[in-house]
């Protein structure tokens, strides 16, 4: 008996090729067996089911209504299968395709540099990035993974914390030589100050002086809706802006743009996290990708 269950998913694999090919000779060549091997392998499932799968003359083969169910069964056990094993098999070596939407400077400055390292670790999974401000559909399958700031909206996806970014009030040395330097927030009110054109939840930049949490409103000349666009203007002695902090590690590392009022910054973090559809069928590259996201910033 253990014999004959174990050979199910084989009389299966035949019957659907019969079906499929519309006749004995066209699914024993497909299968790389002979036209009677094939015929004995219907019949076969024929006895055991007490019913006639097949109809048969000299000319046309054609299947039985309990053929045309057998066979749809077949299809769809041998399908799942297939699933079952392509799975374990993902697990063990995660291999395919990912698809990850990263805001534009974020994923140009932090996400795309660690790309390298993860293709050399996993060449078999193949990564989609799309950097764009704009927020991805992830519950309609549009991408696999979405990297977001700030607080989440309540939803039936999973979040994975991948570490916070603050933000520094900065100008160039050059503004600074023209137009001299805050040495408190008041002084911003005389400044030129670059702000994001996105209306914010508290409009204004945060401080802290003495021991108290203020909010104060900047003006300026230009407005941008990237924390990039931002930065360039910043470099060009424009003004003075605040931005999250990978924006500018390079900038402040080689003195192109100088922190300031660093003694009232109110060291707010602005937690990313990883969104992605999870429960138990979460893909092996996906959950990888996100591991070594993790990983990496927190580093």
């Known amino acids: 008996m253990a014999t004959e269950k174990a050979d199910r998913a084989g009389e299966m694999a035949a019957f659907a090729a019969v079906a499929c090919e519309g006749s004995l000779s066209g699914a024993a060549r497909k299968l790389g ?10 019949s076969r499932i024929e006895a055991r089911l007490g019913v006639r799968l097949l109809v048969r003359t000299t000319r046309h083969l054609h299947l ?17 299968l297939d699933e079952t094993e392509s799975t374990i098999a993902d697990q063990a070596s995660p291999r395919g395709l ?14 795309v540099p660690l790309l390298g390292d993860f293709a050399t ?10 950097l764009d401000d704009r927020l991805a559909d992830i519950a309609g399958g549009r991408v696999d993974v979405a990297i977001r700031f700030g607080p989440l909206v309540d939803s ?9 970014t ?34 914010r939840i508290e409009p204004g ?7 108290t949490d203020i909010l104060l409103p900047v003006a300026g000349n230009m407005t ?16 003075i802006t605040r931005v999250g902090n990978f924006h500018i590690g390079e900038e402040l590392s080689s003195g192109r743009l100088v922190p300031l009022l660093d003694a009232y910054n109110p060291q707010d973090r602005e937690t990313i996290h990883a969104v992605f559809v999870g429960g138990p069928t979460l893909p092996a590259r996906v959950r990888v990708l996100v591991d070594f996201l993790a990983e990496r910033m927190r580093a």
């Open 33 to 42: 067996l002979t036209p009677s091997a094939v015929s004995r392998i219907v």
């Open 64 to 80: 039985t209504p309990e053929g045309e169910t057998y066979a749809r069964a077949a299809r769809r056990i041998l399908a799942d």
């Open 98 to 111: 990912v698809k990850v939407s990263a805001a534009t400077a974020h994923g140009r400055l932090v996400i």
């Open 121 to 130: 670790l996993h060449p078999d999974i193949k990564v989609e990035i799309d």
């Open 156 to 164: 039936a996806l999973t979040a994975r914390r991948l570490g916070d």
């Open 166 to 199: 603050g933000r520094t009030v900065v100008a160039s040395p050059d503004y600074l030589a023209r137009a001299g330097t805050p040495l408190i927030p008041a002084d911003l009110a005389r400044h030129n100050c670059l702000d994001f054109s996105f209306r």
């Open 205 to 211: 930049w945060p401080f802290q002086q003495d021991g």
């Open 224 to 239: 941008a809706n990237s924390g990039e666009t931002l930065v360039q203007l910043a470099l060009q002695g424009l003004g």
